[in-house]
Structures are given as C-alpha cells and as structure tokens.
DNA sequence: GAACGGAATCGAATCGATTCGATACCTCGA
DNA sequence: TCGAGGTATCGAATCGATTCGATTCCGTTC
C-alpha cells in the first residue's frame, strides 16, 4: 500500500546519528526543574513571564533554566496548561463546507485577528457542528449557519450553560446565552434588483436549485417580486438552475446566454454563480456587461479576481468585524451578554454592470 | 463598533427563563459521581467503555451514571483526558494557504479519513508551521510544502526526537524520524510537454513569476529542455508569468493569447493558470482545444469542473493515500519506523487538449 | 457453614502544568 | 547586633480526567 525507499539517494542511512534510542520520551517542567537545579515553580516562572508574589526570576537563574530547556529540547504542555488554567488560548471555527468561499473569507479574517492577540485558530470542518464542539476544547466556538431547528437551540443553550462561549452565524436563530452574528441577504437582493432595473427590463435569473423549490425567503423572491412590480414578464426560461458546483453554475449560465432572446442582465443569487456566468459571456463571445450585465450577491472576495470586477451586494467589512466579535468573546473581553449583531447589505458597484467602463479593462499587461 | 439590540422579535426577554445565575461552572467527573452516588473510577468507565479488572459497569449503576451525566449535562474534559492519556484523538494539519485547492483537497480527504477512526481533524493556518507544532497537542502533524533548509531539517527534527510524530510534504528533505511524503513535478512536467509535442510546435508557457527567476528545478525548466530538444525556436512573447491571484493569471493569459502570432498550445505550470488560460480563451472568442490547446500540472479537482475538462498531470489518487499514511501515523499503526513515501506523475487526459472530443461540450443542459 | 472465585466497585496515585502561601536570604537602619 | 522589609525561590495543592491494585459482595462448592 505505501512504497517505503528510504535510501532515496546515496548511502545516508536510515537512522539519525547522534541520537540514542533512549530519548523517546517528551521532557516535562520537572525535568528541567532538576536539571537547572531548581523548583517546578520557577521554571514556570520563566516561562509564562509572570510570577507570584515577586518582581520576577532573577536573571542567572532565569538563563540557567532556559539553558537546561534548550538542552532538553523542553516545550511546555498545551493539554496540562489548559487544564489547570481553563484557558485553550484558541478559537474555534466549525465550518460545514471548507472549500465556500465564505467559510475561506471568515477563517481567514479570525485566523489574523487571533494572531493579534495571541490566539491559535482550529478549524474544524465537519457535518456535525455539534459533535465537533465535544471534540476540542477551545475558548471560544464560532457556528458556521446554524439553522434554527428545536434541536439545534436545545443543543446550543446546553453548551452555553455548560460555559462553552459561542458564536452562532444564522438568519432565524435568536441570542440565547450566545452571540448571533445576523446579516439578511434578503434587503440586499433587492438592491441588487434596483440596481439592475435601472437600465435593463428583460433580465434573467441564476439561482440555486433549492431556492426555486421553496422560493419563501429564499433569493429567488426578489427577482420574483421587482419583476412583478414593475409589470414586467416574467419569461420561464430566463430562469435557469444550478447546483452548487463551478460546473453546474457555468453549464446553466451557458443555456441561459445561448437563447435568441436572451436576457441584457444576470441576476445571479451567488457570488459564485455570477462568476461562472461572466466566463460562459466571454466563452459565447458576448461582451461585459455591453451585452449582457451581471450582478452577484454575497460580496466575496473573489468578486474582485475577476475581470471585469463583479458588481455585487454584501455587508461591508463583515469579514473583520465578525471576526472581531468572535476574538473578543475568546478573551472575554466582549461587552458584556451575548447579544444580536447585525450587519447590513450594501451596493458594491464593479466593472460587470457599469456601461460606462472601457470595454476590457483586462487586456492592458 | 457592534450594534447590540438583543430584543430582536416580540418582548422576549434576554435572560433565558429556566437557569439560575448559579449554573457558571462546566460540571466535572466528579460532580456526577457524587450525584449518581459512585466512584469517579465508575463514572470513567461508563464513559470510556473500558473497564479496570471486571468485565464491566453493571446495567443499574450505568443507568444511574447516564441519567446524572444528562442531569448535569456533562461532557468530559477532552485537555484532561489528553493529559493523563497521552493522546488528544486529534490529527493536526499546517498549511501554509488556506484557499489553495492542493491544500483544500489534502484537508478533505484527511477530514474523511480521521472521521472514520474516529480522530478529528484540526487545521491550522498560520505563516509559521513550526510556530503552529508548538500551539496544540495532536497525536501528528502534517506540513505542507516543507522547505530544505537546515533550519527547518533542525526544527523538525528536534520535535521529532521530542517524540512528536510528524508527516511532512517535500521535494527535497529526507526522512530523518519523521515520514516524507514526496511527489516530484518535474517528470510530470515533462509529460506535460510530451503530450503537447504531439500535435504542436507553437507552445506558449503560462508560468509563475518566481520560476522565471530561478528555473532550476522549477516547472519552467522542463519546457526549456524539450523545446530545445525539439529543436523548436523559444520565442520570449509565448512565455508569459503571473504571481498568484486568479486575475493575475488571467490577465497574463489575455495578453499571450490575444497576440497575432499566438501560440496553438498553452503550457500552464499550474492547474489553476490553466483554468485561467481557458477563461481567457472564451473570452477572446477563441475555442478550446480547436484554436488554442491548454494542459495544466498537478491534477487538482478543479480540473474536473470546468468545460472542457482540463487535461493536466499528477499523482493519481494521491489525496486519500496521503490521507492513509497520516491517520496510520496518529493511530501508531504506520509500518514501523518513519520513512519516504513517493508518488509518481502520470497524464491525466481532459478535453481541453482532446481534438478528436465535440466542440463545446458544455452547452448540453 | 467456611472457604473460594469472580464480578462490580472503590481509593488513590498519576499525568504536566500553574499558583498561592510560606520560607530563606540579603541588605539596611537603628 | 538585631529586627524589619523586600526579593527570589520553594513546597504543595490543584485542575479533571484515567487506571491499577485493593476491597466488597455475591453465589457456589465441598
């Protein structure tokens, strides 16, 4: 099953060569404690900076015990520190999909703002949030879309009890002993519709399989509800569907933008989706957005890697300020109870809707 | 900085009704042996299942023992556990990009293959791997893209001897008490080229800064050496480099494709160039393979979702075999002493350098 | 009815750190 | 010379689990 060669090149053996057998064993605070010849709390001393009742350990002392560390090759113990501490000086993030874009956006942003201050972010990305949370001791837990089931504020309000501090992402779930971080894309899709009605009547719809299935606050109803509105027809075959793979989205988008009355705008319930539609324009070798405008919704990242750059709708600095949230409850240091944070939608105008852009802003090298 | 306005909906009050202000404190062991009226010795084993001497926990005095667990809603400490076991049940992987679709694919199949052990999977994302190692107790350690340098050979291999069970990703170093996972590009890179050869002289390279720079041992190199060897002019306009945004690999493709003596064939040193190169095709209205071929190099899953599909090279099922070796390491189950773990290239043909496959095979629905 | 054997449970040591109160040491002033 | 006061260090309890050897409580057997 697994090919070992470990002469790889030349005749360099197998086994490291001034090691002996015996040092398999990690060392332990009390080995360096009796190698520099003092006590366990010293060395303690040394390493976390602080000390008891004193101004600190003397400066021989000190050196002759990160001598002995060094010689031992000593690191200190996270499990044993935590546990007498009750401190993991770690933040957890339980994401249900590792490779969303989201997801990559939020741990990206906690990840720095931990490094700030001294936290270590473990991500953990599993079905099960719940279960992953008995897992790891950690700080602080942040909850990637929890949905708003019974079940699911039973098992949080249990965890909060229990002490655990948590941070739950989610449009219906209210604070209960726990941080909700809020941000409904439903006012946003309707900027976006706004948005593109002011220049363009026969617009089309990107939108996810689900959404069309049970269309009550879901993404679709905007589309549904300005088209409505403005007495425009609403034609069956401007909309098309997609899972959520790159694929699906691009393959939908191409059936969309081949028909002899295709739409002159995209309304694409994704980020994502808007994206893979731009490249099925350029593949048909239609122009954007000349001949046909799109716009996205989400606000990622990756709106801005493309060209032209997506026109799009989203919270502004989510990213940071979520991930200052989250920070802050790790160290305690939050403003007191949990409570609801909000963030609003926004108009994020790019290249993909603007008419009066130049026509590829790529093409310049 | 954070808007709190926790009466969302309704006059539902902010404190949760039932819980006293006492409940603070996580419940321990103990508690519930006290509760349930036994030793914390049974209350261990009713959780763990094992049992000292005796075949196991009686029927009755288990039931007890649950009925005050969920009483007390216990759940074990896992830092104590960790402690006194030696082991956190806990794979941890450093990995130097989160958003990398290498990584991403590693991060997965490690997940899948950790859940089924009955491990969990802990990702850390930090630009210091090392720094990462000291952060958290985990039964190995898994780093991506590991230098050569004697620092880090130094740094390894100190936590190796502190018995730290390590699995590193490298072209260069050796194993030296740690496993090495090895997957050399350059043969593959050849492959690459010799596939392309097949059908055409004009080939245009799509390459990472950095390569450019230093082409030993980089993937720019075996382009170099068959195209000389071919005897086929290296005209400097058909190499064209990007740094590592999608944008940035995009807009160099736009620049070498939208040239009058464009070449018919792209060599694109990584997957990710490759699908670049393609969206940049479309957009230029030219058709792929037809008027312009790209092969990519490392076979990452996006290759397979995007139309064509993408013809590139690498090591076939690499991510759950690497997933093997790994989890086998964590569980103390590995074949013995650490060693070197090769994975040999192959071609992995897409449409996307096929002449013989239909047009524009995306445009089914 | 006493000795025996096995199953169920218990008590206490232990893992590797932190931390509080106590102690040893030193200097300085009266 | 003695005591006060401050500093550096130490000893031991502790965090929450696991686990080994010991103990209790049965029902059997002779």
New interface residues.
Partial sequence: ??????S??GG?G?F?PG?GTA?????TLRMVAELAGVSTATVSYVFSGRNGGGSGVAEPTAKRVLEAAEQL?Y?P????R??RTGR???VQLSLHM??DPWS?AV??AV?EEA?RHGL???????GDWYA?L????SDVAYLDAAVGSDEARRKL??LA????RLVVFSETL????YDVIRSDAIPGCYLAMDHLLERHTAIGCLVAEGAVRTPEHSRYTPYLVRMRERGLPIVPEHTATYAD???SA???A??LL?REDRPTAIYATTDFAAIAAI?AA????LRVPHDVAVIGIGNTP?A????PTLTTVGPTDFYR?QA??IVARALDSG?G?P????FPWSLVPGGSTDLDAPP?P????
């Fill in positions: 099953m697994v090919q070992d060669n470990a790889g090149q360099t197998t490291r090691s040092a398999r064993r990690r060392p090759n690191r113990n996270r499990a044993a935590t546990i993991s000086d770690t590792l490779s990559l741990a990206a990840n490094n270590t972010t473990l991500i953990l990305a599993d992953a008995d897992r790891v001791e309000q249990a009890e229990r002490g655990q209210e604070p209960d002993g793979t790159q694929a691009f393959t939908a191409v059936a081949s490249n350029h593949m048909l070798g990756d801005q890697s493309i060209a300020r200052e949230i403003d109870e409570g609801l944070h909000e590829r790529a093409r310049t090298n």
